[in-house]
C-alpha cells in the first residue's frame, strides 16, 4: 500500500508549534490602549486617536503572529480582531441612541407632560402628549382588532385546511410579499381607499388603522403559523379518534396548546407597528386636540408627534420630542417583555 | 378536490371551502359546524389576497393619471413623471446602498460573535438586546439622527472633504459638506443602524444552524476557528445570507422617517454624498409633500409609491427566490 | 509511524459535571482498539478528548496526561489545531461538507495547511486517499459530484478518505457504523483492518460483536452507578476479553446480561 511508506518516512512531528503566549492580545490590547492615551496628550481628537488605537491593535497582533505563528495564525488572528471590532462598531450607536432617548426623555417625562395635550384652554397652561398617548393606543387597538382575527383565522386554513394546495401557496406567497410592504405604502393605500370613498379631505385613526393592520395581519400569520406546525399530529389524530369534528379539535385542542405562541407573536407585532409614523402622517393626520372617536377626525400618535416637533426645530419641540420618543420606547419594550413572559407563561409544561 | 370516500361526505362537503372536511365519521350536525368553520378560515385567506390586491388596484387607480399629468404638475425641477422619479431613485438607491455598505459586513460580525466567538454569557444578552432594537421606532432612530448624529458628523464630513475630496474619481463623491452634517451619508448611516438589527437577526439564525457535525468536521482536520468559520458556517449559511442583506435592502428602500428627518432635500443630481442637498428617497419625498393637497401632485405621489412598491416588491420576491432555490437545492 | 497513546490518570469534566474518572491505559500502535460499554458511560466523551475535540463545547475541560510520540497532547505549549491535524477523527454519522464536491472534500484539511496544491499532486492525494478508504473505484468517475449525493456508507468512507488525507498518525472512529445498514458496516469494517497498517486506530462501538470482530484490544467503560462518572472497568486484549474477563461487570455486560 502506498500510504505505508508515506507514513514511515515521516518522523517524529512535533505538537508544540511556536505560538503567541496567551496573554498576547492583553499585552498587544494595553500597549495599543497607551498608543491611544499618547495620541490624545500628543493634542489628537479623541475620535481619531480611538481609531488609531484600534487600528494598531488590530494589526500587530497578526504581525506579531505572522512572525511566530506563520500565515494561518494570523488570520485567524486577524479576523477574530475584525469581527470583534465590527461588533465594538455597532454597539457604539445603539448604545448612543439608547442613552440619548432615556436621558434626554427621562428629565422632560411627568406627571403633567403625560396628563396634558397640546391643545391649551388657558395661555399659561401647560403642555403634554397625553392626546398622542390616547391615539396611539386607540389606533393600535383598532390595527390588532382588525389584524388578530384575519391573521389567526387565515393561518388555520394554511396549515389545517389548505396544507399545500395552490390557493394556499398563493396566500403564503403574498404573505411574504406583504411582510415587505413598505409603511409609506401602506398609509398611501389606505389614504387612496379611503379618499375615494369619502372624498379627498377625509382624515380618522381608523384610516391609521387600517394602514397599520396590512403591516401587522402578515406578522401575525407567520407567528400562528409557525406555533400551529409546532403542535404534533398525534394530538389532532387522538381527538379525531374520539369523534370530534375536525373544528372542535382546532378549537379545543390545537389553538389552545398554540395559544402562548400566538399571543406572543401578536404582542411583538403590536410592538412593531405601534411605532409606525408614514402611513398615519397620511391618513391619521394630526391634532392638538385629544379625540376618543377612532372614525370622526384626525388623530395624533406619539410618532407622529414626534416627527412633528423634529419638524419644528426649536429647543422645546426637541424636548418634547425626546419626551415623547421616551414614552414611545417605553411602551415598545413593555410590550416585548410581556411578549416574553406571555412565551414563558404559557409554554409546555413539563414534569 | 379530492373524491370522497363515501356518502355522507359527499352530501356535506360539496363546496370548495371545506374539502379537508372528508371525515367519513363526521356526523351531519358536526359537518355544518365544520363548513362555517373552514368557510370562515378561508374567507380569512381571501382577505389576504384581496387586500394585497387592493394595495396594488387603489394606488393604481389613485396613480395612474400621476404618470402624465402637464409638466407644470411636476416642476419646479422637472417636466415629466420620469423627471421627477429619477432623482428620487437616485436618493433612495444612494441612501439604501449607503446603508448595505455600512450595515453588511457589521452585520454578519456580530451575528458571528453571538453564534460563534462569544461565550454565552455575553452572546445570550447581546442577542436579546439586539432584538429589542429591532423593534425601535423608525422615528425614534431619525429623531437621533437629526438631533444628535448629524451634529457628531460634521467634522468626518469636512476631513472626507478635505482628505478624499482632492483624489479624482473618489474626490467626485466627497465635494463640498453639508455644514450641518444633513447629507445623504448621515442618513445613510441612519438607515445602516435600522437595518443592522434585521440583517443581524437573520444572518444569526443561520449562522447557528450550521450543523455542529460539520463544524466539528473542520475542527478535527486541524481548521483554525476562522477555517472552521469559512469551511462550514459560509458556505452552509450563503443564501440566507444573502437574503438577509436583500431583506435589509427592501427595508432601507422603503424607510421613510430616517431619511425624511436628516437629509437636506434638494434636486441636484450629483455623486457628492455629503452635499449640502441632495435628491430624497420616494418614501421621504411622499412624506414631505403629502400636506400639499392639490390633487394633481398627490397622484403624482402616489404613482411614486406605485413605483416604490414595485421595486420593493421585486427585492423581496428575488430574496425569497434564493432561500427557496437553495433550500430546493439542500433537499435535493 | 502509527504512534502508541499513553494515558494516565484523565478526569473529563462537562462544566463541574465529572464525566468520565481516573483513566489510565495504554493504546496499542498499529493496532485497532474498541471501547463497549451502555450508552452515557462516557466512552465517547473519552474519545474526543484524545484529539482535544471535546474542549469544542463550552465548559468542557480535561485533566490528566494523554502521551501521543512523547508529548502531552494536553501540555500548556500545545496547540490542538496542531493534536487534530495528528490524531484524524470519523464521526457517528456521515458528514461530508454539503458545499463541496467529493474531490474537494478529500482535500479539505490538507487545503488548509499546505495552501495552494499542484493540480498533479492534489489528483495524487485524492486518488490515494479514496484508495486508501476502498471508494475509488465506486466514485472515481464522479470526482466532481457533491459528496452528498453518495450513499450512507460511501459518505462515511469518503469521510475516512478525508481523514486520512491529512496523514494522521492515529485515526479515531466514533460508532462510524451506527447510522449504516448491515452491507456498508461491512466494508467500514474491512477497510478498518487494511487501515490499522498505517495508523493506530481507536474505535467506539455499540456493537459488541463488531468489537469482537475488529479489534485487537477492547476497553469496557462503564457507570459506577446512575448519576456517578463512567470509569474504565477493564481493559485487555479482545479474545481475552469475550473469552474470559476479568471483572465479572465485564463477563455480565458481554453475555448481554445489563446494559
Not at chain 1, 432617548?101 to 427621562?106: R, T, W
Not at chain 2, 361526505?9 to 372536511?21: L, Q, S
Not at chain 3, 484524524?88 to 495552494?116: C, E, H, W
Not at chain 3, 485487537?216 to 479474545?239: I, Q
Request: proline share 6%.
Amino acid at each position: 500500500m502506498s500510504t505505508l511508506e508515506e507514513v514511515q518516512t515521516r518522523v517524529h512531528v512535533s505538537l508544540v508549534q511556536p505560538r503567541l503566549p496567551r496573554q498576547a492580545p492583553t499585552i498587544v490590547g494595553v500597549i495599543a490602549l497607551s498608543f491611544g492615551a499618547l495620541l490624545l496628550v500628543l493634542g489628537v481628537g479623541v475620535v481619531s486617536a480611538t481609531v488609531l488605537g484600534a487600528l494598531a491593535f488590530l494589526l500587530v497582533l497578526p504581525a506579531w503572529s505572522l512572525a511566530i505563528e506563520g500565515r494561518r495564525g494570523a488570520t485567524d488572528r486577524l479576523m477574530t480582531g475584525l469581527i470583534w471590532t465590527a461588533f465594538a462598531i455597532a454597539v457604539v450607536p445603539l448604545v448612543s441612541l439608547i442613552w440619548r432617548v432615556v436621558s434626554k426623555g427621562a428629565e422632560r417625562v411627568d406627571g403633567v407632560f403625560l396628563s396634558y395635550s397640546f391643545f391649551k384652554t388657558q395661555i399659561d397652561q401647560p403642555v403634554g402628549v397625553y392626546h398622542a398617548i390616547i391615539g396611539t393606543l386607540l389606533i393600535t387597538l383598532g390595527a390588532a382588532v382588525i389584524s388578530v382575527p384575519v391573521g389567526v383565522m387565515a393561518a388555520i386554513y394554511l396549515i389545517e385546511y389548505g396544507k399545500g394546495n395552490k390557493l394556499a401557496k398563493a396566500i403564503t406567497f403574498l404573505v411574504d410579499v406583504m411582510t415587505g410592504i413598505p409603511s409609506i405604502v401602506a398609509g398611501l393605500f389606505a389614504f387612496a381607499l379611503f379618499t375615494l370613498i369619502f372624498g379627498p379631505a377625509y382624515v380618522s385613526g381608523i384610516g391609521g388603522s387600517v394602514a397599520l393592520s396590512l403591516l401587522m395581519i402578515p406578522i401575525v400569520v407567520r407567528a400562528t403559523e409557525e406555533m400551529l406546525l409546532l403542535v404534533p399530529d398525534d394530538l389532532r389524530e387522538a381527538s379525531y379518534a374520539l369523534g370530534t369534528p375536525k373544528w372542535k379539535t382546532i378549537v379545543r385542542i390545537v389553538l389552545p396548546t398554540a395559544l402562548g405562541g400566538i399571543l406572543t407573536g401578536i404582542t411583538l407585532a403590536v410592538s412593531r407597528v405601534i411605532g409606525e409614523t408614514a402611513p398615519l402622517l397620511l391618513i391619521a393626520g394630526a391634532t392638538d386636540r385629544t379625540n376618543m372617536n377612532l372614525f370622526d377626525g384626525a388623530m395624533t400618535t406619539l410618532p407622529v408627534l414626534i416627527y412633528g416637533q423634529n419638524l419644528r426645530g426649536d429647543a422645546p419641540a426637541e424636548a418634547i420630542a425626546w419626551g415623547a420618543a421616551f414614552i414611545l420606547i417605553v411602551i415598545v419594550m413593555v410590550l416585548n417583555l410581556v411578549a416574553r413572559i406571555i412565551g414563558k407563561i404559557f409554554s409546555p409544561k413539563k414534569g | 378536490m379530492p373524491p370522497p370516500n363515501d356518502e355522507v361526505t359527499a352530501v356535506t362537503a360539496p363546496t370548495a371551502e371545506t374539502e379537508d372536511v372528508s371525515a367519513n365519521w363526521a356526523s351531519a350536525r358536526a359537518g355544518v359546524g365544520d363548513r362555517i368553520f373552514a368557510g370562515t378560515a378561508l374567507a380569512a385567506g381571501l382577505t389576504i389576497l384581496a387586500a394585497l390586491a387592493g394595495v396594488f388596484i387603489f394606488l393604481a387607480v389613485k396613480g395612474a393619471s400621476g404618470f402624465t399629468k402637464p409638466t407644470e404638475v411636476y416642476g419646479p425641477h422637472a417636466e415629466s413623471f420620469l423627471g421627477y422619479v429619477v432623482p428620487l431613485l437616485v436618493g433612495t438607491f444612494t441612501a439604501s446602498v449607503i446603508a448595505l455598505i455600512i450595515a453588511v459586513p457589521l452585520s454578519f460580525g456580530i451575528a458571528l460573535v453571538i453564534s460563534h466567538y462569544a461565550p454565552r454569557w455575553i452572546a445570550a444578552p447581546v442577542a436579546y438586546v439586539i432584538d429589542l432594537l429591532a423593534a425601535v421606532p423608525s422615528v425614534v432612530y431619525g429623531l437621533w439622527g437629526a438631533f444628535f448624529l448629524a451634529k457628531q458628523l460634521v467634522p468626518l464630513h469636512v476631513w472626507l472633504h478635505e482628505t478624499l475630496g482632492p483624489i479624482p474619481l473618489v474626490g467626485e463623491l466627497f465635494g463640498e459638506p453639508n455644514p450641518a452634517g444633513r447629507s445623504v451619508l448621515t442618513a445613510g448611516i441612519v438607515l445602516a443602524i435600522m437595518i443592522l438589527p434585521i440583517i443581524t437577526a437573520i444572518t444569526r439564525e443561520v449562522f447557528s444552524r450550521t450543523p455542529r457535525l460539520h463544524e466539528e468536521a473542520a475542527l478535527a482536520l486541524g481548521a483554525t476557528r476562522w477555517e472552521m468559520v469559512r469551511m462550514t458556517v459560509f458556505p452552509y449559511a450563503r443564501s440566507g445570507m444573502v437574503s438577509a442583506v436583500m431583506l435589509g435592502l427592501g427595508r432601507a428602500l422603503g424607510e421613510t422617517m430616517a431619511v425624511t428627518m436628516v437629509l437636506s432635500v434638494g434636486f441636484d443630481l450629483s455623486w457628492n454624498i455629503i452635499a449640502t442637498s441632495s435628491p430624497t428617497s420616494i418614501a421621504a419625498n411622499i412624506a414631505l409633500k403629502y400636506k400639499e393637497r392639490s390633487a394633481d401632485l398627490l397622484n403624482v405621489l402616489v404613482a411614486t409609491g406605485l413605483v416604490l412598491f414595485l421595486m420593493t416588491f421585486l427585492v423581496n420576491f428575488l430574496a425569497r427566490w434564493i432561500v427557496g432555490r437553495s433550500e430546493r437545492r439542500m433537499a435535493r | 509511524m502509527a504512534k502508541s497513546i499513553d494515558i494516565s490518570d484523565v478526569n473529563i469534566y462537562y462544566g463541574d459535571f465529572l464525566a468520565v474518572e481516573g483513566v489510565n491505559m495504554t493504546i496499542r500502535a498499529g493496532a485497532v482498539t474498541a471501547f463497549i460499554g451502555p450508552s452515557g458511560c462516557g466512552k465517547s466523551t473519552f474519545l474526543r478528548s484524545l484529539n482535544r475535540m471535546h474542549e469544542v463545547i463550552p465548559g468542557a475541560r480535561v485533566e490528566g496526561k494523554i502521551v501521543v510520540d512523547g508529548q502531552d497532547l494536553y501540555d500548556p505549549g500545545v496547540d490542538p489545531v496542531a493534536v487534530r491535524r495528528q490524531v484524524g477523527m470519523v464521526f457517528q454519522r456521515p458528514n461530508p461538507f454539503p458545499t463541496m464536491s467529493i474531490y474537494d472534500n478529500v482535500l479539505a484539511g490538507l487545503k488548509l495547511n499546505a495552501g495552494k496544491m499542484k493540480k498533479s499532486a492534489a489528483d495524487e492525494v485524492v486518488e490515494r486517499s479514496l484508495r486508501g478508504a476502498n471508494l475509488w473505484n465506486e466514485v472515481k468517475d464522479r470526482l466532481n459530484k457533491p459528496g452528498m449525493g453518495l450513499s450512507g456508507g460511501q459518505q462515511q468512507r469518503l469521510c475516512i478518505a478525508r481523514a486520512i488525507a491529512v496523514e494522521p498518525q492515529v485515526l479515531l472512529m466514533d460508532e462510524p457504523c451506527s447510522a449504516l445498514d448491515p452491507i456498508s458496516t461491512s466494508a467500514i469494517e474491512d477497510l478498518i483492518h487494511e487501515l490499522k497498517n498505517d495508523f493506530t486506530i481507536v474505535i467506539v462501538t455499540h456493537n459488541m460483536q463488531q468489537a469482537a470482530r475488529v479489534s485487537d484490544d477492547t476497553g469496557f467503560f462503564n457507570l459506577k452507578a446512575t448519576g456517578e462518572p463512567g470509569h474504565l472497568v477493564e481493559f485487555n486484549p479482545t479474545k481475552k476479553m469475550f473469552a474470559n474477563p476479568d471483572d465479572p461487570a465485564t463477563e455480565a455486560y458481554i453475555s448481554g446480561r445489563f446494559g
